[in-house]
């Protein structure tokens, strides 16, 4: 397994695809995402664009979607949420598809949509993407970081550097045997650096702070947490993500 860390969806390779795609998006699209479905959403469906978010969702019976969209961290006046994965308990989500469109995290899922297998992935399930990517030894792997309109977020890349780093332990696999890029390294080192104190990185991140200046340290300290969520998304067709079953 070759293992690439890119930390924009920009970044990434325009002329290929690898076996299996990561989208990463801590703050907070990929932890929404991974809420909903260990709630017991039916599925969550990602959309770059808002007008056509809407366009779909209407075909979709009133009773059985959620609308979620999330601009500038803000909720969008006449979406049912924003993107607070606090929002998601079972109670509102059971059943339900989420239609959802966010400034980064739903344009990474597009982005690359077209690999054989697209996972999501946060702190919060982190354990389950590590064990899916030892389970099956895909032979590349891309884990895309959605950061902030096209530049580098360290909520993100903490997050690779998580995955990298549980993956070498539990292959019993040096650093260099695994990674396919110097990100991978870095966002090893970053990890590393903060894993006993996720949150305090946070309140440094760009994000976090914007977050922070909405009143949303709860989901902050949510979003920090590692492997408290038994759920894996995985894609089953272009853009909607389902709990995938071992
Ligand atoms: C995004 O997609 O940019 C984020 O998830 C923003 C947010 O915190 O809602």
Same mark, same amino acid.
């Given at each position: 397994?070759?293992?690439?860390?890119?930390? $924009?969806?920009?970044?990434t390779?325009?002329?290929e695809?690898?076996e299996?795609? #990561? /989208?990463? &998006?801590v703050? +907070?699209? $990929?932890?929404?995402?991974? !809420?909903?479905?260990?709630?017991?959403?039916?599925?969550?469906?990602?959309?770059? &664009?808002?007008?056509?978010l809407?366009?779909v969702?209407?075909q979709?019976?009133?009773?059985?979607?959620?609308?979620?969209?999330?601009?500038?961290?803000?909720?969008?006046?006449?979406?049912?949420?924003?993107?607070?994965?606090?929002d %998601?308990?079972?109670?509102?989500v059971?059943?339900?598809?989420?239609? #959802?469109? !966010? !400034?980064?995290?739903?344009?990474?899922?597009?982005? #690359?949509?077209? /690999?054989? !297998?697209?996972l999501? /992935?946060a702190?919060?399930?982190?354990a389950?993407v590590? +064990?899916?990517?030892?389970?099956?030894?895909?032979?590349t792997v891309?884990i895309?970081?959605?950061?902030?309109?096209g530049?580098?977020?360290?909520?993100d890349?903490? %997050?690779?550097?998580? #995955?990298?780093?549980?993956? %070498?332990q539990?292959?019993?696999?040096p650093m260099?045997?695994?990674?396919?890029?110097?990100?991978?390294?870095?966002?090893?080192?970053?990890y590393?650096?903060?894993?006993?104190?996720?949150?305090g990185?946070?309140?440094?991140?760009?994000?976090? *702070?914007?977050?922070? +200046?909405?009143?949303?340290?709860?989901?902050?300290k949510?979003c920090? *947490? $590692?492997?408290v969520l038994?759920?894996?998304?995985?894609q089953?067709?272009p853009?909607?993500?389902?709990?995938?079953?071992?």
């Amino acid at each position: 397994m070759k293992l690439f860390v890119y930390h $924009t969806p920009e970044e990434t390779p325009s002329h290929e695809v690898p076996e299996c795609a #990561i /989208a990463v &998006d801590v703050l +907070r699209a $990929t932890s929404t995402i991974a !809420t909903v479905l260990a709630a017991g959403g039916e599925a969550v469906q990602v959309f770059s &664009d808002l007008d056509k978010l809407m366009e779909v969702s209407e075909q979709w019976q009133p009773n059985k979607r959620l609308r979620a969209g999330e601009r500038g961290g803000g909720k969008v006046p006449g979406f049912e949420l924003g993107n607070s994965p606090l929002d %998601c308990t079972p109670e509102i989500v059971e059943g339900k598809r989420l239609f #959802i469109s !966010t !400034t980064n995290g739903t344009r990474t899922l597009q982005r #690359i949509q077209d /690999a054989k !297998t697209v996972l999501a /992935a946060a702190l919060i399930n982190r354990a389950s993407v590590v +064990r899916y990517l030892v389970d099956k030894q895909p032979e590349t792997v891309w884990i895309v970081g959605s950061g902030w309109e096209g530049s580098y977020s360290l909520e993100d890349t903490v %997050c690779a550097g998580a #995955i990298a780093h549980s993956l %070498c332990q539990e292959m019993n696999a040096p650093m260099e045997k695994i990674a396919g890029n110097d990100e991978v390294v870095s966002a090893i080192a970053l990890y590393t650096s903060w894993e006993d104190n996720l949150l305090g990185l946070m309140h440094h991140a760009s994000h976090g *702070q914007r977050l922070l +200046r909405l009143n949303c340290l709860e989901d902050l300290k949510y979003c920090s *947490q $590692t492997d408290v969520l038994d759920v894996l998304p995985m894609q089953q067709e272009p853009g909607v993500l389902k709990r995938h079953a071992e």
